[in-house]
T-cell receptor, first 106, second 113 residues
């Protein structure tokens, strides 16, 4: 299973429509989540972070569901200028080993 | 002022050549990255440096060697270029590697012929 999976689309919607994207992640230790937007032949640009309580920025709403391990992006009242590729980003904690106990004796 | 600048923007070269891509950020960020975006548009992490120290090195061939002379610069050198190396390479930076989003450079389109 891929670490981060999204439906590649394309999603073709009329102006004014509401559209939602989902993104699932496999690592339950994932800590930080973002949505990026990439226009054709351009670099990705941060659209918004995704917080546990859900967050909204104008017409855009991001949600995080840790239990089901997915994040979503909802775009209301779609504009022509919203046409782009939307990328989800998931950042995982560093992982620790079990530890090596050292005992120094006199 | 460009926040993350990478050069060159386009690079066309023959198989077997060695080439470098430079990246500089003026944001004061501690962490820099190299990503590869292939023809399927999938962005894949290659390397990450935090304060000049390598912290992520994904399974990238040894022909790729990152170099960070200071925390504002992360260059990518590629030896013995192969056709499969053709892609867009993006440099990025972030304030730290866990909590903040990335700022990307505009990309370097590498074509190996």
């Amino acid at each position: 299973r891929k670490e981060v999976e999204q439906d590649p689309g394309p999603f073709n919607v009329p102006e004014g429509a509401t559209v939602a994207f989902n993104c699932t992640y496999s690592n339950s230790a994932s800590q930080s989540f973002f949505w990026y937007r990439q226009d054709c032949r351009k670099e990705p640009k941060l659209l918004m972070s995704v917080y546990s309580s859900g967050n909204e920025d104008g017409r855009f709403t991001a949600q995080l569901n840790r239990a089901s391990q997915y994040i979503s992006l909802l775009i209301r009242d779609s504009k022509l200028s919203d046409s782009a590729t939307y990328l989800c980003v998931v950042i995982v904690f560093m992982r620790f080993g079990a530890g090596t106990r050292l005992t120094v004796k006199p | 002022d460009t926040a993350v600048s990478q050069t060159p923007k386009y690079l066309v070269t023959q198989m077997g050549n060695d080439k470098s891509i430079k990246c500089e950020q003026n944001l004061g960020h501690d962490t820099m990255y190299w990503y590869k975006q292939d023809s399927k548009k999938f962005l894949k992490i290659m390397f990450s440096y935090n304060n000049k120290e390598l912290i992520i090195n994904e399974t990238v061939p040894n022909r790729f060697s990152p170099k960070s002379p200071d925390k504002a610069h992360l260059n990518l050198h590629i030896n013995s270029l192969e056709l499969g190396d053709s892609a867009v390479y993006f440099c990025a930076s972030s304030q730290d590697w866990i909590n903040y989003g990335y700022t990307f450079g505009s990309g370097t389109r590498l074509t190996v012929v």
